[in-house]
């Protein structure tokens, strides 16, 4: 290999040492939108405390529970399948603002909530912010990011979510001291604010570069690139890639270029994946959907939701200590999304899929063993399973927070080519979102109907499957231009490369 195939292979391009230092306004863009996916975790974690208290408050069933958490999936999904063509139709940052006003209603409904169908309506609201969400920020921040620190930035994604599930878990064991009836309610409306904010913040926020181009805006898509990337031959290499990719010459120097109405709004996409797709598109398609897949088969929404009811099965019955175990669970969460930052460009995302998802494999066999341990016995000297199956949910969800979590969106929002990104990314979610749905929503019957040990035997047995497929599968991307993904998947894939790919 030359040694400019090398700068290339390595993200570097023809910068020098520029593209080490970390531009602070990509930063700040990437840190912003981020805020959205803490709006995404804080809701899905104070759920956790809210099907606690509703049950009482408003006498609900099992059956009634299941439900309320699978409406809030189930409109999350039409939303995952139609903010691909939002996104590309208006743009990334106006849907971020969409998103939060959602959020912003669903949060007001759901306080109020003084009946069962009014909290359907706002769960139901808050269900098509999730999904927005899911969509627009790791689209974001994958087009604004530069290649040598994308995998750091995009990640701020799963430290933003983390925050906003230890958020709502401290939320649950403080607001869970208060009446019934007031405490969940406050739980739920409190998010309201970071809505707003979020609002306020980005209608005075740049676009991304890359969709500008796609609206043949490419003097605005200039400025952007000046403002995040270090230098002025640095922004000008990543405009010229972009035009490419767009279908612009790159020699070309207007500021704006009349580009196909299929372009712009993104038509055909859909046609381009699935009826007549290229190798290399259709083997990115098969990875970005798979990570989506197995991140959710391996059980962490129904753990993360249900986690009360894990440590109920081992002896714990006082509510208040219930919810302190999952705040401890947040805090884990947010302490390893942190390390994640720094770990992802360079261990690369490929090494930490396979370690995560072998570690959450055998934390997720002990703590099946211990339940099944405890299923079988008089339930009488058992400190010690306690004590175990904390340590082995903490630890499954540690290393599912170190890889799994964040490497799922950075890896699916880069491969995509730039014409397939937000609609290819919504395919992704749409699956995401049904696996989770369908686990949130059978977990409860699942384990009363084979138990609570071997339910998560079943789910140690998906995570050594998914530890398969990452090993097989997926190349590496760390470092490597937006642009240059088809090339990467277009290239015969060896497990065994030193190279990772």
């Not at 969709?211 to 200039?222: I, N, P, Y």
């Amino acid at each position: 290999m030359s040694m400019e195939e090398k700068k290339i292979e390595n993200g570097s391009g023809d910068f020098g040492d520029s593209h080490k230092r970390l531009n602070m306004y990509a930063c700040a863009s990437v840190v912003a939108a981020s805020v959205i996916f803490a709006l995404y975790g804080y809701v899905m974690a104070v759920m956790t405390g809210v099907l606690l208290f509703i049950k009482e408050d408003l006498q609900l069933s099992d059956l009634q529970v299941q439900f309320s958490v699978g409406l809030l999936h189930m409109s999350a999904l039409p939303a995952c399948m139609t903010a691909g063509r939002i996104v590309d139709y208006i743009g990334r940052r106006y849907t971020i603002i969409l998103t939060a006003i959602i959020f912003l209603v669903g949060s007001v409904l759901m306080g109020y909530g003084p009946s069962y169908p009014i909290l359907m309506i706002g769960l139901s609201i808050s269900g098509i912010g999730l999904g927005f969400s899911l969509i627009v920020a790791p689209v974001y921040c994958a087009e604004i990011s530069p290649p040598s620190h994308r995998g750091f930035l995009t990640s701020f994604l799963e430290v933003s979510t983390n925050a906003g599930i230890a958020l709502g878990y401290v939320s649950n064991y403080f607001f869970g001291k208060l009446s019934i009836r007031l405490g969940w309610r406050l739980m739920l409306v409190v998010h309201a604010v970071p809505s707003l904010a979020l609002v306020a913040l980005m209608l005075n926020w740049v676009e991304s570069p890359r969709w500008l181009v796609m609206q043949g805006r490419v003097g605005e898509a200039r400025k952007v690139l000046l403002l995040v990337s270090n230098t002025k031959e640095e922004a000008e290499q990543r405009l010229k890639e972009i035009k490419v990719a767009v279908g612009i010459d790159e020699k070309c120097t207007q500021d704006i270029v009349q580009v196909p109405n299929r372009t712009r709004n993104g038509g055909g996409a859909f046609r381009e994946m699935f009826c007549k797709p290229t190798p290399p598109v259709r083997r990115i398609l098969i990875a970005a959907v798979g990570v989506h897949a197995f991140q959710q088969l391996s059980g962490v929404g129904a753990i993360l939701l249900y986690c009360p009811r894990i440590f109920e099965t081992i002896g714990v019955t006082d509510q208040s200590k219930m919810l302190l175990a999952t705040v401890g669970m947040g805090l884990s969460k947010l302490v390893f999304a942190v390390m994640s930052v720094f770990l992802l460009d360079r261990v690369g995302r490929r090494l930490l899929l396979l370690i995560s998802s072998g570690v959450m494999a055998v934390s997720l066999l002990g703590l099946g063993s211990v339940l099944t341990l405890v299923e079988n016995s008089n339930r009488e000297n058992l400190g010690w399973a306690l004590g175990f199956a904390i340590v082995a949910t903490y630890t499954y969800v540690a290393f599912m927070t170190i890889g799994s979590g964040p490497v799922t969106w950075v890896y699916s929002s880069e491969i995509l080519p730039l014409r397939l990104r937000a609609q290819g990314l919504s395919i992704c979610v749409a699956v995401n979102r049904i696996i989770d749905m369908t686990m949130a929503t059978s977990f409860i019957s699942i384990y009363k109907m084979m138990t609570m040990g071997g339910t998560f035997f079943m789910l140690a047995g998906i995570n050594v499957v998914a530890w398969s497929f990452y090993y097989f599968f997926l190349p590496e991307t760390k470092g490597r231009s937006l642009e240059d993904m088809e090339t990467i998947f277009g290239k015969r894939f060896k497990p065994n490369c030193n190279n990772g790919a």
